[in-house]
């Protein structure tokens, strides 16, 4: 069993569905992020949370609402989505948020989404 | 502001030879540097953690340098495995805040038996 685990790994939605993605850490982590990964581009930082709290929305577009209920929880809600939102959703955690405490980033598997 | 780049992108080797991997970063005030490894379609396994401090770090067949002033990093795979094709991915902080890692692109291995 891995550290941080993603659910679905895979998922097809239409345009004006709502989905949601799931990630759990089992790590004791206190920092949760969510990355996005599109095909030939390097990984970009969506959300980072901390205690719950979120302290970085990376200029991501409203049709993506982040969760994070409890510091081993993170969700990811989709609505209206469009094709080029297609990628691969990796969540990640480390044990804190400041640089000189926070040691490694610890991913999961991944949710591979595709907007039709 | 924090940009990486790796060379090369795409990297074949035959089985049991040594290789380096090269990853290069342009604002040398960083913390750490950290090296994954990704399967295709999967997510980023943590290879090595460097912390600014530290020169080098070794775990098995791998060890990873540093040299921050620079603003370089190498990889290097002893005795080269199948097993070790993957894409290798480098990633530095952004800025003196958070863990807002900026990744590099990455170079494809293949290694063939």
């Known amino acids: 069993e891995t550290g941080v685990t993603q659910t679905p790994r895979h998922l097809v939605m239409g345009m004006t569905n709502k989905k949601s993605l799931k990630c759990e850490q089992h790590?004791?982590?206190?920092?949760m992020y969510w990355y996005k990964q599109s095909a030939k581009k390097p990984l970009e930082l969506m959300f980072v949370y901390s205690l719950e709290e979120r302290v970085e929305n990376n200029s991501v577009p409203s049709r993506f609402s982040p969760e994070c209920p409890n510091s081993s929880h993170l969700f990811l809600h989709l609505h209206t989505l469009q094709p080029e939102d297609s990628a691969l959703y990796l969540c990640?955690?480390?044990?804190?948020?400041?640089?000189?405490?926070?040691?490694?980033?610890?991913f999961g598997e991944g949710s591979r989404l595709t907007v039709l | 502001k924090q940009e990486v780049t790796q060379i090369p992108a795409a990297l074949s080797v035959p089985e049991g030879e040594n290789l380096v991997l090269n990853c290069s970063f342009t604002d040398s005030a960083i913390y750490n540097l950290q090296w994954f490894r990704q399967d295709p379609g999967k997510g980023l396994t943590s290879l090595l953690l460097i912390q600014s401090s530290q020169r080098e770090q070794t775990s098995g067949r791998l060890n990873a340098s540093l040299d921050k002033s620079s603003g370089r990093s190498t990889l290097y795979i002893a005795a080269s495995q199948p097993g070790d094709s993957a894409t290798y991915l480098c990633a530095v902080p952004r800025e003196n805040y958070g863990q807002n890692f900026v990744f590099g692109p990455g170079t494809r291995l293949s290694v063939l038996p």
């Open positions: 990640a955690s480390s044990r804190e948020l400041r640089l000189e405490r926070t040691g490694e980033l610890f």
């Open positions: 790590l004791g982590h206190n920092a």
